[in-house]
């Protein structure tokens, strides 16, 4: 098991815990209602008494309720040892079944006015993968469609085949768009890839076409060739509706954030472009970083290029936006200190007043934690050759609270510090990272994140694999006299026009 340099924990208070049993218990009634709802439709079509009938078997009701328990079941058993954290907010579960109640409708009313073959069965793994990640989105995927097999069973969907062909298509179709759609963030993309989610359900259609006439089969097989492209559709419409309720950010939202044209890095490209710079080589080694100990790449992209927006209040005062004057030469190190600690406050103001992710506005507040800023402490020392409170000469924090906070701030240390170094040697770089990371370690830097000594080592490899391809020597131009190329350049010049 990992050494863990510190383990955040995530005390579960009796609110938690009863918040999320009323959130279990509730949709668990809820989908239960959708299911009986549908029978209800299906049946009225045919005739009131024949739903009536159903429900006074009683056996077919329980029977019903007991399967969508135990679903319901593993879904809580699921959550609880795979990602404890995850379900410790009620809201994160709230979603989950709400996206699964959306879609649960949505198949339902195509299925029954339009064709059973166009439903979008794969709408919950998709909009699951945009919204959490890919692991969770496989275990929706499987859940949901064991719940489209009850719909179909108890719901009396009129499915010509076997009901349990819903589990088949509904999952194979999920696990297609999984792979298909992850890491797609463009929208053409979106568009040829949404064909190759259908092919599961053409494939049945394919193996049971001899069964059905011959016009049947052909608007099966064109309902089955768009469900792919209605599965999309839906998600284009339905992933901003669930950004917004529940507060996440999609991989289509931090791809669009880290477009050049976005307004506030359109901001820092103008006025301050050497933080911009700064940004752009500390986004690439966390997301290098974020790829080697499985995070979110690309938020850790996205903070990256965001962890010093709160420069752009007062550019100038940033090494790597001056171009001669510095103008803490004028100032003292206690104002100069204050200047420098704010830039995360003002990240983080800047950044909810633009309406980012929380996230990213809490990477620009914790990126550089309590750290000292020890050019001015030192120069205070010098200044007042007496005793100087250490913390007045900190960054007020907090200190990195997520293992993506922590890779951005040794990538933004490592990145200053290797950008000052006169030797650039793979060893020498190597020293730096390490020092860099034992300084933080030591102030304590990494004790309310999760991250483990096992990761920090990977950091530290990436970094320096990084650092060394970006500052790499370069080979020497040999010296070379122009003079003797350019006369003979002109004399081949004017044999030219007099030839001419
Ligand atoms: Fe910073
Ligand atoms: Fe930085």
């Not at 009225?44 to 969508?68: A, G, H, V």
């Not at 993968?129 to 496989?138: D, K």
């Not at 990256?304 to 100032?331: C, M, T, V, W």
Request: charged letters at 20%.
């Amino acid at each position: 098991m990992d050494k863990v340099v510190s383990q955040k924990i995530e005390k579960w208070t009796t609110s938690d815990v009863v918040k999320n049993v009323l959130v279990y218990f509730i949709n668990f009634i809820i989908i239960a209602m959708l299911v009986m709802g549908a029978s209800y439709v299906n049946y009225k079509d045919n005739s009131i008494s024949e739903f009536f009938q159903y429900l006074s078997d009683i056996k077919k009701p329980l029977r019903l309720f007991m399967l969508l328990a135990i679903c319901i079941s593993v879904m809580a058993v699921y959550f609880t040892f795979e990602n404890k954290n995850f379900l410790r907010n009620a809201v994160n579960s709230e979603m989950l079944f709400l996206i699964m109640e959306v879609a649960l409708i949505i198949n339902f009313l195509v299925g029954k006015y339009v064709d059973i073959y166009l439903r979008p069965l794969a709408l919950v793994a998709i909009l699951t993968l945009f919204l959490t990640n890919r692991r969770t989105a496989m275990f929706m995927n499987i859940l949901f469609a064991i719940v489209i097999y009850l719909l179909d069973e108890f719901g009396g969907s009129g499915i010509e085949t076997k009901e349990y062909i819903a589990i088949i298509i509904g999952f194979s179709n999920g696990i297609i768009a999984i792979y298909l759609m992850n890491n797609v963030y463009s929208r053409l993309k979106l568009i040829l890839r949404a064909w190759a989610i259908s092919l599961p359900t053409i494939l049945f259609i394919f193996i049971t076409s001899l069964e059905i006439e011959f016009a049947n089969s052909t608007k099966a097989f064109i309902c089955g060739a768009c469900s792919g492209m209605l599965t999309v559709a839906l998600f284009v419409i339905l992933l901003p509706i669930f950004e917004g309720i529940f507060q996440r950010v999609s991989s289509f939202k931090l791809a669009e954030l880290t477009d050049h044209k976005a307004r506030l890095i359109n901001k820092m490209i103008n006025e301050a472009p050497g933080t911009f710079n700064h940004s752009i080589v500390v986004s690439n080694i966390a997301e290098a970083c974020a790829i080697a100990i499985d995070e979110d790449s690309l938020l850790a992209r996205t903070c990256a290029y965001y962890h010093d927006i709160g420069k752009i209040r007062r550019p100038e005062y940033f090494k790597e936006n001056q171009a001669e004057d510095n103008p803490h030469s004028e100032l003292t190190p206690e104002l100069s200190t204050n200047i420098i600690k704010s830039h995360t406050i003002d990240g983080y103001q800047l950044a909810i007043k633009n309406r980012l992710p929380k996230i990213i506005a809490d990477v620009c507040l914790q990126h550089h934690g309590t750290m000292p800023i020890l050019f001015f402490y030192d120069k205070a020392k010098k200044l007042t050759d007496g005793e100087v409170d250490v913390m007045q000469y900190s960054y007020s924090g907090p200190k990195p609270q997520t293992k993506i906070a922590a890779i951005i701030m040794i990538a933004d240390g490592c990145e200053a510090a290797t950008r000052s170094l006169k030797n650039r040697s793979r060893e020498n770089v190597m020293k730096t990272v390490r020092k860099i990371v034992s300084e933080r370690m030591e102030l304590g830097q990494f004790d309310e994140c999760e991250i483990t000594i096992k990761e920090l080592n990977i950091i530290i490899h990436t970094v320096v694999n990084n650092l060394t391809g970006v500052y790499h020597k370069r080979v020497e131009y040999p010296k070379v006299n122009l003079d003797g190329i350019s006369e003979e350049l002109n004399k081949e010049e004017d044999e030219d026009k007099k030839e001419e």
